[in-house]
């Protein structure tokens, strides 16, 4: 794999370069997920803030999960693309939501798990074999 790996929101105001595979990716079926990711479920990535540089404009939001931590989104200001979540009592760790589209990344970016089963939608099927959760392990 090439590094970094390039990736832009919808309206490609918000780019970034990421320089070293995720330390995890996961993805993630809880009901707050599927309202940001208007879809099924949300795929995040995590990564080190070290590993990754990011440019363009930024709004942020802060809501609390239900672990009591919180957890604030950076979007684009054009397009409103979620970009990514981290915890400002732990910055250290990124947990990325765009990512590339590039077919060539797909292998990088499959989820090991997915987690908050309880709360899926009930026409998606789990890939066969693949980690569950029901919440947050
Ligand atoms: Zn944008
Ligand atoms: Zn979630």
Redesign the pocket.
Known sequence: MEFPIHAACQCGQVTYKLFAAPKMVLA?H?K??QTLATAPF?VTALVSADDIEISGEMQEWERMAESGNRNRAKFCTGCGNRVLHFNPDDAHLLKLKLKPTDRKYDALFTPTAHV?TSEKVSWFELPEGVKSFPKQP
């Open positions: 993630c809880c707050e997920c949300s908050w």
